[in-house]
């Protein structure tokens, strides 16, 4: 139980609340019986009386302890401090009885081994030991000072043996409780295990179709598109046709880097390589390799950064993202329309906005968005804002969305100020 406090924490909560909210009901009787077999054995009116005066204080701990339950009470310090309410109240029961040898006896060790089994191995059965070793000395010694009751030997065995079924019954209670909070915990241990083997399972389900589709793609007419372009830009005819194939072998080798994160993803996300990096500048690269992808669309694309943002960050992760949701911000806007990637300052760090004017997304929509192979478009994967969305998690940031049906969508990443440089 010390590997899983919560559970130790809760049952005894549940002790604590269950057992005090009835153990008036519970005591009344059992004092009024354990008098009435004193009287009859014997123990003088005197004593009765003093052991009435004990029990009814102990009636009132429990009453005060209930009412500090419904304040609010932290219920594991109410059970502690009341169980050391009623080992202190044992002891002048057990000395107007006869001390150990008494007949009460029984319910001093009852009141300990209760303790012992709801705290466990914790501090505070330690105390409660400690404070019943002390005791045991000082009831002797009270006991011999104020004289031992003749008490009748039969009347005597009837007190003893229900002041065991007591302990018995209090001992019962906690068990049985004790034993719900480990079928609870068990209960709750499996089905979480469930759960994951099940979140497993799909998402293994899931890399499967990811690895055979992308592969299916992109992988076999990589090879030839990139040893063409390669050729055609080694004997360029003009500046403009030298640079569109510069950016096209550069989109090429970043799709072969996606598809190598695809076909891995079931392994962890391999570590950042962060070096001190201008934002603004990633945001420009990004919006100037989209530039004629946007032409074709007959999109505008526009950047609106300050001169410098510099945050501690993996340039070509962050790049990669940002190219992503920029490239599904210019497939959903209409012709004529306008992309606007800004960029931010801001006390939590920094923010990248990529605002289109599309049709948006319903609710139902946004909520499903970054889920694999969720998609709007008809040739879309859903891929690229999984992908985002992780490169934003991993820098310790967020990407988040916001959309309305016929408004457009606001795509948002945010990086903590904990990782500027």
Do not use: C
């Amino acid at each position: 139980m010390r590997r899983f406090p919560s559970y130790r924490l809760e049952h005894t909560s549940r002790v604590a609340t269950e057992w005090l909210a009835r153990r008036v009901q519970v005591v009344v009787p059992h004092v009024t019986l354990q008098l009435t077999l004193l009287h009859f054995a014997g123990l003088p009116h005197a004593r009765l009386a003093a052991m009435a005066s004990v029990h009814a204080l102990h009636i009132a701990t429990l009453l005060y302890w209930q009412w500090s339950l419904r304040r609010g009470a932290d219920t594991a310090t109410v059970a502690f401090r009341s169980n050391l309410a009623v080992m202190a109240l044992h002891a002048p029961l057990l000395v107007l009885t006869g001390g150990l040898p008494g007949p009460l006896a029984p319910s001093l060790l009852g009141v300990l081994t209760g303790s012992m089994v709801a705290f466990g191995r914790s501090a505070r059965s330690w105390i409660t030991l400690g404070i019943t070793v002390a005791l045991v000395p000082t009831i002797a010694l009270a006991s011999h000072a104020i004289g031992l009751p003749r008490l009748s030997a039969a009347w005597a065995s009837a007190v003893a043996a229900e002041s065991v079924l007591f302990s018995v019954l209090m001992l019962a209670t906690i068990v049985m409780r004790l034993t719900g909070a480990y079928e609870a915990a068990g209960e709750a241990l499996d089905a979480a295990r469930t759960e994951l083997i099940d979140d497993a399972q799909s998402r293994a389900r899931s890399l499967e179709s990811v690895g055979a589709r992308v592969a299916h793609e992109l992988k076999n007419p990589l090879a030839a598109i990139k040893a063409l372009v390669s050729l055609a830009a080694s004997t360029p005819r003009e500046d403009k046709r030298a640079e569109r194939l510069r950016i096209a072998s550069e989109e090429i080798e970043r799709m072969e880097s996606l598809l190598r994160a695809y076909l891995e993803f079931e392994r962890p996300l391999e570590a950042l390589q962060r070096a001190s990096v201008d934002l603004a500048g990633i945001a420009s690269e990004a919006v100037a390799l989209l530039g004629d992808r946007a032409s074709l669309a007959s999109v505008t694309l526009a950047l609106d950064a300050p001169d410098e943002v510099r945050l501690s960050l993996d340039a070509r992760r962050m790049k990669s993202a940002i190219i992503d949701v920029v490239s599904n911000a210019i497939e959903a806007s209409p012709r004529g329309s306008t992309v606007t990637v800004q960029v931010h300052r801001a006390a939590e760090g920094a923010r990248v906005d990529v605002v289109d004017q599309g049709r948006g997304m319903a609710p139902h929509e946004l909520a499903r968005l970054g889920t694999a192979f969720f998609t709007t478009r008809e040739n879309g994967t859903g891929l690229g804002v999984v992908l985002a969305r992780l490169a934003a998690t991993q820098h310790g940031g967020a990407l988040t969305y916001e959309s309305e049906p016929g408004r457009g969508t606001r795509a948002r990443f945010t990086l903590p100020a904990a990782e500027a440089a």
